[in-house]
């Protein structure tokens, strides 16, 4: 089973994601915040990770860095309610799959899910 993990400090949202990305059969974690986020990527073999960019305690775009780091198989796709150009550039630079804005595509996750997983297991 393929492992997905959720950072997301807005509860409704995050519970959303993991009820559609459950009903694909995937294996969802989840974490509110970039800590209990990181602690998940230490402790289980996480394919994508779906991570918030302005979080309580961090921001994901610098984020992306620290996962490679720990996982670098695991694909990362960002996303904000404010997409920046500029974001987008620094976190494809550090490492993450992709970069995409809340609500305006919400219907590409599902999809871009499935691209991301692609790209994962050309690693193993």
């Known amino acids: ?16 994601l993991v009820k559609l990305i459950k009903l694909e059969g995937f294996e969802v974690f ?18 994508v990770i779906l991570c918030d960019v302005k979080l309580p305690d961090g921001n994901g775009v610098d984020f992306v860095k620290k996962i490679k780091t ?6 990362i796709i960002l996303m904000t309610a404010f997409g920046k150009i500029s974001d987008k550039i620094q976190a494809i630079k550090n490492g993450a799959f992709d970069y995409i804005v809340k609500a305006d595509d919400n219907d590409k996750i599902i999809p871009l899910l499935y691209k991301a997983l692609e790209k994962r297991h050309l690693y193993t």
């Open 70 to 75: 720990t996982s670098p198989v695991s694909e």
């Open 30 to 47: 989840q974490a509110a915040d970039l800590k209990s986020g990181f602690k998940n990527i230490q402790n289980i073999n996480i394919d």
């Open 1 to 16: 089973m393929k492992n997905i993990l959720i950072i997301d400090d807005e509860e409704k949202f995050r519970h959303l």
